[in-house]
């Protein structure tokens, strides 16, 4: 059932690891461990040797409170896991209250702490059973309050996590061992900056179990993350742990933010990124750092909504701390229209010499690398951006092709309280579609006949115009407009196929073409044909008004 706040609920953050001593006791010296810092300095270039655009983001704990009117929990130094938060020194209530749109942070290193703890670090299993614990928490507390007008049962909360705290989350929600009290239930959605769901890889190789200072096991993907996230079967089956059943959560409710900076991730004098290497944010590798469904037979099912932004793990350029992130955060967890984009092929035409090679008999191998980026109507700022200068591409082998025709490329979630015209009934947003042509192979050496570095097969840019319908029983309404060497605004018609919840389908066909002699459009060899699949539907539709 609904909650009459719906969609602003509970908001519980939960930080990423540390791991120095020092390191935790900073953390613990933070009352919102992180997640208050904000950034004057914005790099949106891969040159990181350019001077950075000034650029002023308050942190996401000012921007939930100045946007969307949340509060944070403390009251009187106070804590709302400490006792004296409902009651003081003299046993007599405080008359504190806790409201729906509450930020509530939690500090699981306090018990590791020099300051506030023994100097022990928990192990991860013991910060899931305090996650559970917390919103049990903050379920009795908003239930408690009558102005909130919440029952038990109808109570929901998000959870909003960085890096390791990613892992935290996930141990809670899907080993029922370690949800003590049997909340998980009460979880709306889960939102994930950096995590490194499939562990962290160090010079090609996953970190080891024995490997157990200062906690870095939580990383290995082979023994310790199995067993934390109750995933041991699944693991030996898939050879992964990036994985969340679908009985325990289900993944269309996850969000999983990417990182691809890898050059202003300074941690360590800057070794953790070359350790790491290309196609990371420093710390974690891009493959690592989405997640899949399991269904209850042990198969994967969908891959969670995914977005890369050109950011760091951490930092004055991090993730965490940026407008990219804060929007793809809000517009997920508060947003109306969600959009997920796939890339079907239908065709790749290799050039006529190569393809006379193919038909010869010899291989003939090729990497294709995907470009896109988009970004809603009237902003200044990428939702998702993934280019080839970045490391964040999506690729097809040629002698894959077939098999790999459908590719999930990104999610795109539109807020109508974000228009820059309210009164427009349509929401929107722009994207760039490249494919780059490849270095192509015959017999594994390189065929550099006719190839001009940084070519694409395919480029060009798309506007995708949607009208959700006004009352139950209406169709969608979609347009669209290739931009090719001009601005168009979205002017054909889609016919929309009607898929399962709610759902529908669109789809934009693209061909590479030329002009030919007779002024008219004919295919290209090499080229690529294929479709834009959009799959929409709306987005908290239990949202108040």
């Given at each position: 059932?609904?909650?009459?706040?719906?969609?602003?609920?509970?908001?519980?953050?939960?930080?990423?690891?540390?791991?120095?001593?020092?390191e935790i006791d900073e953390t613990t010296a933070d009352p919102f461990c992180g997640f208050n810092l904000g950034s004057t300095m914005y790099r949106a270039v891969p040159n990181k040797t350019d001077r950075p655009r000034k650029y002023v983001f308050e942190s996401p704990v000012v921007r939930l409170a100045s946007e969307y009117g949340y509060q944070d929990v403390y009251e009187d130094g106070y804590d709302i896991v400490d006792p004296e938060w409902e009651a003081d020194s003299l046993g007599k209530p405080t008359d504190n209250k806790l409201g729906s749109?509450?930020?509530?942070?939690?500090?699981?290193?306090?018990?590791?702490?020099?300051?506030?703890?023994?100097?022990?670090?928990?192990?991860?299993?013991?910060?899931?059973?305090?996650?559970?614990?917390?919103?049990?928490?903050?379920?009795?507390?908003?239930?408690?309050?009558?102005?909130?007008?919440?029952?038990?049962?109808?109570?929901?909360?998000?959870?909003?996590?960085?890096?390791?705290?990613?892992?935290?989350?996930?141990?809670?929600?899907?080993?029922?061992?370690?949800?003590?009290?049997?909340?998980?239930?009460?979880?709306?959605?889960?939102?994930?900056?950096?995590?490194?769901?499939?562990?962290?890889?160090?010079?090609?190789?996953?970190?080891?179990?024995?490997?157990?200072?200062?906690?870095?096991?939580?990383?290995?993907?082979?023994?310790?993350?199995?067993?934390?996230?109750?995933?041991?079967?699944?693991?030996?089956?898939?050879?992964?742990?990036?994985?969340?059943?679908?009985?325990?959560?289900?993944?269309?409710?996850?969000?999983?933010?990417?990182?691809?900076?890898?050059?202003?991730?300074?941690?360590?004098?800057?070794?953790?990124?070359?350790?790491?290497?290309?196609?990371?944010?420093?710390?974690?590798?891009?493959?690592?750092?989405?997640?899949?469904?399991?269904?209850?037979?042990?198969?994967?099912?969908?891959?969670?909504?995914?977005?890369?932004?050109?950011?760091?793990?951490?930092?004055?350029?991090?993730?965490?701390?940026?407008?990219?992130?804060?929007?793809?955060?809000?517009?997920?967890?508060?947003?109306?229209?969600?959009?997920?984009?796939?890339?079907?092929?239908?065709?790749?035409?290799?050039?006529?010499?190569?393809?006379?090679?193919?038909?010869?008999?010899?291989?003939?191998?090729?990497?294709?690398?995907?470009?896109?980026?988009?970004?809603?109507?009237?902003?200044?700022?990428?939702?998702?951006?993934?280019?080839?200068?970045?490391?964040?591409?999506?690729?097809?082998?040629?002698?894959?092709?077939?098999?790999?025709?459908?590719?999930?490329?990104?999610?795109?979630?539109?807020?109508?309280?974000?228009?820059?015209?309210?009164?427009?009934?349509?929401?929107?947003?722009?994207?760039?579609?490249?494919?780059?042509?490849?270095?192509?192979?015959?017999?594994?050496?390189?065929?550099?006949n006719e190839h001009f570095e940084g070519g694409y097969l395919y480029r060009n840019a798309l506007i995708l115009e949607m009208v959700p319908p006004a009352n139950e029983g209406d169709a969608w309404k979609v347009k669209y407009a290739w931009q090719d060497a001009g601005v168009s605004m979205a002017d054909t018609e889609i016919a929309a196929k009607q898929l399962t919840s709610g759902r529908i389908e669109v789809s934009v066909p693209f061909d590479s073409s030329a002009v030919a002699t007779n002024g008219k459009m004919k295919p290209t060899n090499p080229?690529?044909?294929?479709?834009?699949?959009?799959?929409?539907?709306?987005?908290?539709?239990?949202?108040?008004?």
């Amino acid at each position: 059932m609904s909650t009459p706040h719906a969609p602003y609920h509970p908001i519980i953050y939960v930080r990423g690891y540390a791991m120095s001593r020092g390191e935790i006791d900073e953390t613990t010296a933070d009352p919102f461990c992180g997640f208050n810092l904000g950034s004057t300095m914005y790099r949106a270039v891969p040159n990181k040797t350019d001077r950075p655009r000034k650029y002023v983001f308050e942190s996401p704990v000012v921007r939930l409170a100045s946007e969307y009117g949340y509060q944070d929990v403390y009251e009187d130094g106070y804590d709302i896991v400490d006792p004296e938060w409902e009651a003081d020194s003299l046993g007599k209530p405080t008359d504190n209250k806790l409201g729906s749109r509450c930020i509530v942070i939690y500090r699981y290193y306090d018990a590791a702490s020099s300051y506030l703890g023994n100097s022990k670090t928990p192990e991860i299993e013991d910060f899931a059973k305090g996650l559970s614990k917390l919103v049990a928490r903050v379920r009795d507390l908003v239930c408690k309050n009558p102005e909130n007008k919440i029952k038990p049962a109808d109570f929901r909360c998000y959870l909003v996590a960085h890096s390791m705290g990613g892992l935290v989350c996930r141990a809670f929600l899907q080993n029922a061992a370690l949800d003590t009290e049997k909340v998980v239930q009460h979880v709306d959605k889960f939102f994930t900056y950096a995590t490194p769901h499939n562990g962290i890889d160090v010079l090609g190789q996953n970190i080891p179990s024995w490997l157990s200072v200062n906690d870095i096991s939580n990383f290995d993907r082979d023994k310790r993350m199995p067993a934390y996230l109750d995933l041991a079967a699944a693991a030996k089956k898939h050879k992964r742990v990036d994985l969340i059943p679908e009985a325990r959560f289900p993944s269309r409710r996850v969000f999983t933010l990417v990182g691809t900076n890898r050059l202003d991730y300074e941690a360590a004098a800057g070794m953790s990124r070359s350790f790491v290497g290309h196609g990371s944010d420093g710390l974690v590798k891009i493959e690592n750092a989405t997640l899949c469904g399991l269904d209850a037979k042990g198969n994967i099912t969908d891959q969670c909504a995914k977005a890369f932004v050109y950011r760091a793990h951490s930092g004055y350029f991090g993730i965490v701390n940026s407008e990219e992130g804060y929007q793809n955060l809000a517009r997920f967890l508060f947003g109306d229209v969600r959009v997920d984009l796939w890339l079907e092929i239908d065709d790749i035409r290799l050039p006529d010499k190569v393809q006379g090679e193919a038909d010869a008999g010899r291989a003939v191998n090729a990497l294709y690398q995907i470009e896109v980026v988009a970004s809603p109507r009237g902003k200044l700022w990428y939702l998702t951006r993934r280019t080839t200068e970045e490391d964040s591409v999506a690729c097809v082998a040629h002698a894959n092709w077939k098999k790999d025709s459908s590719l999930y490329l990104s999610s795109v979630f539109l807020a109508n309280r974000a228009k820059v015209n309210p009164r427009r009934k349509s929401l929107a947003y722009g994207m760039t579609l490249g494919v780059r042509v490849p270095d192509y192979e015959i017999e594994k050496r390189l065929w550099l006949n006719e190839h001009f570095e940084g070519g694409y097969l395919y480029r060009n840019a798309l506007i995708l115009e949607m009208v959700p319908p006004a009352n139950e029983g209406d169709a969608w309404k979609v347009k669209y407009a290739w931009q090719d060497a001009g601005v168009s605004m979205a002017d054909t018609e889609i016919a929309a196929k009607q898929l399962t919840s709610g759902r529908i389908e669109v789809s934009v066909p693209f061909d590479s073409s030329a002009v030919a002699t007779n002024g008219k459009m004919k295919p290209t060899n090499p080229g690529i044909r294929g479709r834009l699949r959009f799959e929409i539907e709306g987005w908290n539709p239990d949202a108040a008004d």
